[in-house]
Structure formats: structure tokens, C-alpha cells
């Protein structure tokens, strides 16, 4: 049950650091956002949602700056570049394509190559566009003149500017958005990398994992908090592809069916390291790098990720190199490169290497039959049972918040695939082979634990269904509603 929202707690002490292990130096505060929805962990969110998400990643050179548009049209941009070029290139790509407002800029960590184009940015959006919505900063601050002019810019503009920790929500309206990092305490005080804003964004079957430039520790954090919950179609290697990030334990919970590098070309510290690119190329990922590629976009439709790129390189992360360079703010129409499918992570149909698939290549619904018709009769499912008031505090007692459903035909249920969702569309999606024999029951607790044949766990971190009332809502792979049910407090 949601009693209430998040509070505001401003920020009242800065962390000055001297820097950051492989960034680059150069001479917000912030407190927790006020939500206007919450969004607790879940895998994906419903199958076949409305509209559309486009993820652009700007060809920016030694640096990251990604566009993400919702299906409604609100805006995320994530970092703005290196504090060289002083925000030139975002902010052209944002012309270019009639960007005239922010909702949500995100600053994964205040390293100069990251928030190179903030105050630029703001200035720009404040001034002559609809301006920015508000900016969700780790917390821990630069001792750089780019750092100082961000703040100066926030302040002049008076953009609202909140400190964003693991668990805390970030409204996009469409998108189910889990914020997995920073942690509280932060992991380790003398670096920016290791405590950077890490998003996991949700659309329909398809879904980004962003990890900024977290490294070692914070991945493995990741991994050992979250687990095969961090599988993504679409993972943006951390650190421009360094080597201290994107290591084989991440990279085995992901999954992912397509990787992003975002570096130069000429990357003055060797980026995409060698040893990552072989990485994803043991794995068998589609890599796609912004200074071969161009400028990136990726659009989900809810059920699959169209790969669009400037340029047709090769997508074999051991033949990168062999393209050449397209230069950071080269103007240009994207192409569509390839189409892989979402849910398990896994391309509809993985490039050759050093080649690419095409749209046309997207698994067919004949291939997806066994995952998508229930095994049995679907109006066979009941929901029996709602516990919304668990004993005690609701939050802190999670796996007594459940509900409980029923096979009351006389045939097994396959429900791999099938989404749980509540009012809110805060959704779980119910794993592969999970079946229900007749006459058994099946109940799903809000909180994380070991699934069984009798018991799933949702692995929220705060309650799902609304003490005063809410409404259960069931669908099948592809889209059928088989439950709403609402329910009074």
C-alpha cells in the first residue's frame, strides 16, 4: 500500500572530491525529488504498451550524452558531454530535432566529461526554449570550474535540483523507471564512478540498463543486489568501454541483445578497451559504437528495439575498429540497421560478424506460440485472494502484501510471460516455465525471495497494492486481458 509519497530532504553538505580514476579533470546540490507517481522494481512493464521509446545516443566523442523520448513525449537527457566542447554538440542535436524541453536532466556523476554541457544546457533551455523540469544529481560534488558553473546555472535559473539514491522515484511518464543506484551509504567516498546514477528503464518487453561509469564495485554491488532482475535488451557499456567496467558478471545478469560504447574514435585512453570488446563478442552481442556508428537511435515499440545508426559499420565488437571514424556532430539521417527482440534479451536474429540484420529479420509470431497461448483455457485463472494490509508496517513486511490466484479449469496453465499489474501500472512479469496444474493455487508476495511452484516474489522494495483500494490486472504475452479485477480497502 502507497500511504504516501516521498518527501523532499535537501541536501546540506557538498563532498568535494579531487577527482576520478581514468575521467577527465578540468577546472546541485541536491535532495530527494518529490514524485508524482511511484515505481517500484520490476522486470518490464506490460506487453504491447501505447505509442513508442526512442533512446538516442549522441555521437558526442570522449564522452556520453543519451536522449531518451517517452511514449507520451517527455524527455530524459542523461550527462551532456565533455566540458571541451562545452555542450556544442547536444545542444545542436536538440535543435536539429526540435528538443525545446528537458523534463528530467540526469547527471550519472559530476566528472567534467559528463556534465561538460550542463550549464550551457540550462542556459540555453531556460532562456530561449520551455526549459528544464528538474535535475537528479548523485550528490557528490567536483572541485571544477565545470562543476561550479553548473551550480551557478541552476541557480541563476532556479531549476528545481534533487539528490537521486538507489530506490528513490523518477516519474517518466510511460516508462517504468528503477533507480538502482547510488546506494545509501555511498560505496566508496573517494570516488565518483563507483557512486553514479544507475537507470534501469522499462518499456513493454524492451528495456536499457545505464550504468554511467560505474566500475568493479559498483557492478558488483549491482549484481549481487539485483541480480538476473538487471537483464536489459539494450546495455550501455559503462565507462566508454573501459575495461574496469562491463565485466563478465554484469554482463552474464544483463544479457543483453545489444551493447552502445560511447567514446572517440581516437579515445586518448584506448576506449573500447580490447578486452571488454571481447567480452561482448564471447557473448555474442551486437556492439554498436557512436565513432564507427554515428549518432544511435534505438526504438522500442514495447516488443522490439530497431537498431538506427548513421552509419553502416560492423556491429561485431571485434571488428569496430575496422570502419572508419564519424566525427562527433556530423549531420545526417539515421538507417535501420537491425531489429532484435525484447523480453528475454536475446536478438531476433544476431548479426553475422562484422555484419547486420535487418528489420525484417524480427522473430515472427509463430516462434513466440509457445510462450504466448496459456497452455489451457486463460479465462481458466482466477485471482482468490488480496492481501493489500500486510501485519505490521507494510513496508517492512512486503512478502505478507500478496495475492493469490487460481487454475479453476481442468487443464495446466503455462503463464510464462504473463504480466501482474496493479492501477498504478506498476507491473511483474511472471518467468518462463511457470506453470499451474488444476485446482492449485499460485500466490505472488510483493517482496523478493526464492520463487516455487506455489510461491512468486515481485522484488519490490516498497508495497504495491493500495491498502484503500486497487485493481488487479492479468494479462497474457500478448496483450489479452484476463483479469481486472478491483478490490475496496
Not at 532556479?158 to 545509501?184: C, I, M, N, W
Not at 523480453?343 to 555484419?355: C, E, F, I, L, Y
Not at 485471482?383 to 512486503?398: I, K, M, P, Q, Y
Not at 522484488?459 to 484503500?468: C, E, L, Q
Request: charged share 20%; net charge negative; glycine share 10%.
Amino acid at each position: 500500500m502507497r500511504d504516501s509519497w516521498q518527501s523532499v530532504l535537501p541536501l546540506v553538505a557538498i563532498v568535494i572530491l579531487a577527482g576520478c580514476s581514468g575521467g577527465v579533470t578540468d577546472g546541485g546540490v541536491a535532495g530527494t525529488p518529490t514524485p508524482e507517481q511511484t515505481t517500484p522494481p520490476s522486470t518490464t512493464t506490460a506487453a504491447a504498451p501505447d505509442g513508442s521509446v526512442e533512446m538516442h545516443f549522441i555521437n558526442v566523442g570522449q564522452s556520453a550524452s543519451t536522449l531518451i523520448v517517452g511514449p507520451t513525449g517527455e524527455t530524459m537527457l542523461i550527462d551532456t558531454g565533455d566540458f571541451r566542447t562545452d555542450g556544442k554538440y547536444v545542444l545542436q542535436y536538440l535543435r536539429a530535432h526540435d528538443v525545446d524541453r528537458i523534463d528530467h536532466l540526469v547527471v550519472t556523476h559530476n566528472d567534467a566529461d559528463h556534465i561538460g554541457g550542463n550549464a550551457p544546457l540550462i542556459e540555453y533551455m531556460e532562456t530561449e526554449a520551455d526549459g528544464i523540469g528538474a535535475i537528479y544529481d548523485p550528490g557528490i560534488a567536483a572541485n571544477t570550474q565545470t562543476y561550479e558553473r553548473y551550480l551557478d546555472a541552476v541557480e541563476e535559473h532556479d531549476v528545481p535540483l534533487y539528490e537521486l539514491r538507489e530506490g528513490d522515484q523518477l516519474p517518466f511518464e510511460g516508462v517504468d523507471t528503477r533507480v538502482l543506484g547510488p546506494p545509501e551509504p555511498y560505496l566508496d567516498a573517494d570516488t565518483r564512478n563507483e557512486n553514479g546514477i544507475v537507470l534501469h528503464l522499462g518499456f513493454g518487453r524492451t528495456s536499457l540498463l545505464h550504468t554511467g561509469d560505474a566500475e568493479e564495485k559498483q557492478e558488483s554491488y549491482l549484481v549481487d543486489t539485483y541480480g538476473d532482475s538487471l537483464a536489459a535488451t539494450v546495455f550501455k557499456t559503462g565507462h566508454h568501454g573501459s575495461d574496469s567496467s562491463s565485466r563478465p558478471e554484469l554482463l552474464d545478469a544483463v544479457d543483453p541483445a545489444v551493447a552502445i560504447v560511447s567514446s572517440a574514435y581516437d579515445s586518448q585512453y584506448g576506449h573500447p578497451h580490447e578486452a571488454v570488446l571481447r567480452r561482448l563478442a564471447d557473448r555474442s552481442i551486437p556492439t554498436y559504437w557512436t565513432a564507427t556508428h554515428g549518432t544511435i537511435v534505438l526504438e522500442s515499440d514495447g516488443s522490439t528495439v530497431t537498431v538506427q545508426t548513421q552509419a553502416a559499420a560492423p556491429s561485431d565488437p571485434l571488428s569496430l575498429r575496422d570502419a572508419d571514424e564519424v566525427k562527433p556532430g556530423t549531420s545526417g539521417a539515421v538507417e535501420p540497421r537491425a531489429t532484435v527482440a525484447g523480453s528475454a534479451g536475446v536478438p531476433a536474429q544476431t548479426a553475422t560478424r562484422g555484419q547486420t540484420s535487418t528489420p525484417a529479420q524480427t522473430a515472427t509470431a509463430s516462434q513466440n506460440e509457445a510462450v504466448t497461448d496459456g497452455g489451457a483455457d486463460r479465462d481458466a485463472l482466477a485471482l482468490v485472494d488480496v492481501n493489500a494490509d500486510a501485519a505490521g508496517s507494510d513496508g517492512e513486511n512486503l512478502n505478507d502484501e500478496y495475492v493469490v490466484f487460481e487454475n479453476t479449469g481442468d487443464a495446466e496453465l503455462d503463464l510464462s510471460g504473463w504480466t501482474v499489474a496493479d492501477a498504478a501500472d506498476h507491473v511483474y512479469t511472471v518467468p518462463d516455465g511457470t506453470t499451474l496444474a488444476p485446482g492449485e493455487e499460485l500466490t505472488l508476495h510483493t517482496g523478493s525471495g526464492t520463487d516455487t511452484a506455489s510461491d512468486l516474489y515481485w522484488g519490490a522494495d516498497s508495497p504495491i497494492w493500495n491498502n484503500a483500494g486497487d485493481t488487479v490486472i492479468v494479462r497474457t504475452p500478448d496483450g489479452e486481458v484476463v483479469i481486472e479485477e478491483a478490490y475496496d480497502g
